[in-house]
């Protein structure tokens, strides 16, 4: 594929996109949502890129691999109402399936299709498959970090903002109660990334979303992350307590750590 290719699956997106709006607008807040997320993991992966000294072809890749990494959120939301792949189904899965019935990626080589396909299916994923060419395993590292980087900035957004609209979809349906799972704690402290299927209340998921730093593979994604505040900003959204504080620094620790060994 080539950058007219890129072009046109920018329209056909924003064609396809425009395609769940109706005239409900708490509704067309949570697409618009994620219409938003879209065209800026597409930024973070090209700021990424450039960093990272990849090649004109390797960024057309990369590029549509930002723009098609939430394709199933869309489907998902108009069918279930929700973004919680818990209470749905894994969005990842769903955006493939919706990429194959479209046959949007015709324009691409079978070695482009299969590195899209792959970042794609494992861009939520807890872990990495361990059997994956370098290339492969760059290419998944690469989407889940700018796509990390843009969650921050979501979800700090919405926080900011939580008392004049507050969303259960983006919450989870979590409870906004007081209390800290001991296990997301431990993963903190213990350098891991938290689990979904530990989350009991929204401040675990806050903290879940800082042991994200966890997951981050470039040093340009660190550095990202140390220059916007991330951790800082979600951390101040949280109970100033000892035990919350203490695991919050571990994050702010490994981040300074990886740039400095890098300097």
Known sequence: MN????????????????????????????IKLKEKHTKQVCLDIIMLGQKLGLTDQDMIVAETMALFHDIGRFKQYAVYGTFND??????????????????????CSKQEKRLI???????????????EDEK?????RLLRDADKLDIWRVVIDYYRNRDKHQNSTIELDLPDSPDCSQEILEALNEHRI?????????????????????????????????????IKQIAATLPQL?????????????????ISSAE
Not at 207 to 227: C, E, G, H, K, P
């Open 136 to 140: 492969t395993l760059f290419f998944m």
């Open 117 to 131: 396909a792959k970042a794609i299916a494992h861009h939520n994923a807890a872990e990495l498959p361990k059997n």
């Open 3 to 30: 950058k007219n290719d890129l072009i046109d699956l920018k329209k056909w997106f924003a064609d396809y996109v425009s395609g769940f709006y109706t005239d409900n607008p708490d509704y067309n807040m949570a």
């Open 194 to 230: 938290a689990r979904l299927q530990h989350l009991k209340t929204l401040n675990d998921f806050k903290l879940l979303q800082i042991s994200w730093v966890f997951d981050l593979n470039f040093t340009a994604s660190f550095q990202a992350v140390q220059n916007r505040n991330y």
């Open 242 to 258: 000892k035990h919350i504080t203490k695991a919050v620094a571990q994050a702010h620790d490994y981040v300074a750590k990886h």
């Open 86 to 107: 818990m209470a749905s189904e894994n969005h990842a899965r769903l955006g493939l399936r919706q990429i194959c019935t479209h046959k949007i990626l015709s324009a």
